[in-house]
């Protein structure tokens, strides 16, 4: 929402093998916007960069509104260009003050909340904290839905929270949570706002981008079957066919693109990196033809409104117990079968080395 993402884009191209332009010049162009900011449009590059590189976030009482959004987004940015720098194979001196950064999102976690906090410029929490407030120090949201975009760190995340059983726990009580709220900033309800309550998912506001890829991060905690129920509830409750049909904000065909992601079964948590966290197929069959001719294809015979919980899974005849699928196998011509049940498989994809990627187990 507020990063300067365009860091995302071109690594994640990058990555996944697209080419036809010169690299050299995007990548002087992501390092430069990390470190600047437009002098008129203060959309593009970094607002309070200076603050960001000296103090490892974005103050929340130094006149920068939506600080702590920032500081997560320029975090997973500087991840995207650690990674693409890596790719490129730039020297680790060059490399390292990004590398450094990408765990700067650890610096608004705070431990007395269990959430994303805003802090002061003296390092202290921002005091008085509801996680129920939007905006102020989050974009069209609040800490409940923020706390989440630790896109390329989630096991670094479910460190902070104590482990798995804590991490889940405050996952579960966005969505056991009523979709209460504090509109104080804005001084009136937002429509995001308005939307989350008539979605009645709790707290959980599928109608606005920031929190869409949180249903998935059940992958990275040892309960992937939470993440495919809540999926199939949002796919079957959030896009009918009706007048009222679609939940909220396209933004750049976001909302499209996750329901398509989702339909076939999987879903870019973290865009610069080979994989895809699974969810649960929407359909019995899917065929992807790429431009190049080649396809892959996802089979899930028994899947049905009841059967949306995956039994077993298979990539080109091999079983597969991995909480993600491999963009490289996928542009390969995989052939993915996967067997539904109505009851969870609370067996499979359960340990660590089925998680899909994080930072902190690279290092």
Known sequence: MVGNNSASVVADAYIKGIRGYD???????????????????SSTGRRGWEYYDSLGFV???????????????YSY?????????????????????YAKAALNYRNLFDPENNLMVGRNLDG?????????????????????HYTWSVFHDPQ????????????NAMMDTVFTMPPLFDDSYYGGVIHEIR???????G??????QPIQHMLYLYDWSGQPWKSQARIREVMEK???ANFDGYCGDEDNGQTSAWYVFSAMGFYPVCPASDEYALGTPLFKKVTVTRPDGKSFVIEAPQNSKDNFYIQSMTVNGKNWTKDYVRHSDLVAGAKIKVRMASEPETSRGTSEADRPYSFSSER
């Open 23 to 41: 690299v050299e010049k995007l990548w002087d162009a992501v390092v430069s916007g990390a470190h600047s900011m437009h002098p008129s449009v």
């Open 59 to 73: 103050p929340c009482n130094v006149g920068i509104n939506e600080s702590a959004a920032r500081t997560l987004e």
């Open 77 to 97: 940015d500087d991840w995207c260009i650690y990674t693409l720098g890596k790719a490129l194979g730039k020297s680790e001196e060059e490399l390292a003050p």
């Open 124 to 144: 202290s929490f921002s005091r008085p904290f509801s996680p129920l407030k939007w905006g102020g120090d989050f974009t069209e949201g609040n800490s409940l």
């Open 156 to 167: 670094g995340l479910i460190d902070l929270m104590g482990g798995d059983e804590g991490f």
């Open 195 to 201: 939307e989350m309550q008539v979605m009645n998912m």
């Open 203 to 208: 707290n959980y506001a599928h109608g606005n």
């Open 238 to 240: 959030f896009y009918v």
